[in-house]
């Protein structure tokens, strides 16, 4: 028992008393004063404010698009250069690895020949892929400069461009008769001129279009045999 009371008077035995409670009180930290903002201002800093840097020619910067390499004015250029065959072609512009535009007419020319009732995507995809890979092969051994794979793409792709409208044709009437194989040959002789005459021009070989509208020919006739078949 005795050990008990002892546990209790200390823990109940402490040296706080309620003056050293009213001392602490008036220790406690005053809250600080309304300080005027010219009394701030007036200390006279000798910095610098900050203030976001502006760049003069942030709206003066391309489009985004135009840093993807779309380009609507090339696109349009070489567009109608494929729809006038007798329109000289503007070599700077043609020798360019734009593949925007022969993705459109590509799935136009399937869409058009499945709205005419031929599911042909796997062969425009595939004609086409081997036909640039042979056209590439030809144009490098033909001409000493070279080209590159992206441009006969870019190129073949836009001058596809008639045998869109041919499959369109082919949704309102049949094209197997003498109506349409002379339409066939005509498209053919459209997509191969026009082909040609943009790599003679991206390419400087003179005298040699008629070389190159061969095999042109060839591969657009077998899109004409699709679209006819």
């Known amino acids: 028992m005795s050990n008990l009371a002892q546990f209790d008077s200390d823990f109940y035995q402490s040296n706080f008393t309620i003056d050293n409670q009213e001392q602490q009180a ?134 596809l461009l008639p045998m869109v409208i041919l499959s369109g044709c082919a949704m309102f009437f049949s094209l197997q008769g003498t109506f349409g194989t002379v339409s066939s040959l005509v498209i053919i002789g459209w997509c191969s001129l026009s082909a040609s005459k943009i790599f003679i021009a991206a390419l400087h070989m003179e005298g040699q279009q008629l070389l190159v509208a061969y095999p042109c020919a060839l591969l657009y006739g077998l899109f004409a045999l699709l679209t006819i078949f």
């Open 26 to 159: 008036g220790e406690q930290p005053q809250p600080a004063s309304f300080v005027p903002s010219e009394t701030l201002m007036s200390t006279g800093y000798a910095g610098q404010f900050f203030q976001p840097a502006s760049n003069s020619d942030y709206y003066s910067q391309s489009p985004y698009i135009d840093k993807l390499g779309i380009h609507f004015d090339h696109i349009w250029q070489k567009t109608w250069t494929v729809l006038n065959p007798m329109k000289p072609a503007d070599g700077s512009i043609m020798n360019e690895t734009d593949l925007t535009g022969p993705i459109l007419f590509c799935i136009a020319l399937g869409a058009t020949l499945l709205l005419a009732g031929k599911v042909q995507f796997g062969y425009v995809y595939g004609m086409s892929a081997i036909g640039c890979l042979v056209i590439h092969a030809l144009l490098n051994l033909m001409s000493s400069s070279g080209v590159s794979y992206g441009c006969v793409a870019s190129v073949l792709g836009y001058c």
